[in-house]
């Protein structure tokens, strides 16, 4: 019962680890397209015209939807969803031989021979 527990344990924390690498790691991402994009991308649009706007608006709603499927892609491998969807095949189960009871007891009790003759005898 106790492998069990520690077996749990192991891949819960890896888990959690795997979680917290991916929240570093997707924060990381988004400080860096902040200040190399986000950031310019808006004060240029202080200066912009009406079809660079646009222009900008459309980058913008492309890296969105970058980011954003970087963000689902990475939850789906950290927490590995694919599992659910795509379960490994096993093996079929094995049969379960059913045993007479009382014949493989037979097979293992030792009687003892002095004892089979005083039954006899108190008959």
Do not use: C, N
Not at 77 to 92: C, L
Not at 99 to 109: G, L, P
């Amino acid at each position: 019962m106790s492998s069990r527990r520690a077996i749990f344990r192991a891949r819960a924390g890896r888990t959690t680890w795997a979680v917290l690498l991916f929240l570093v790691g997707f924060a990381a991402l988004i400080i860096f397209v902040s200040f190399y994009y986000l950031m310019p991308a808006m004060d240029a649009a202080l200066s912009a015209g009406p079809k660079q706007r646009r222009h900008l608006a459309a980058y913008s709603w492309l890296l969105m939807s970058l980011v954003l499927l970087i963000l689902f892609v990475g939850l789906m491998m950290t927490f590995r969803i694919g599992r659910f969807f795509f379960p490994r095949s096993a093996p079929p189960p094995a049969k379960t031989k059913y045993v007479d009871a009382w014949a493989e007891s037979a097979k293992r009790v030792s009687v003892p021979d002095d004892l089979d003759e005083e039954d006899d005898e108190a008959r």
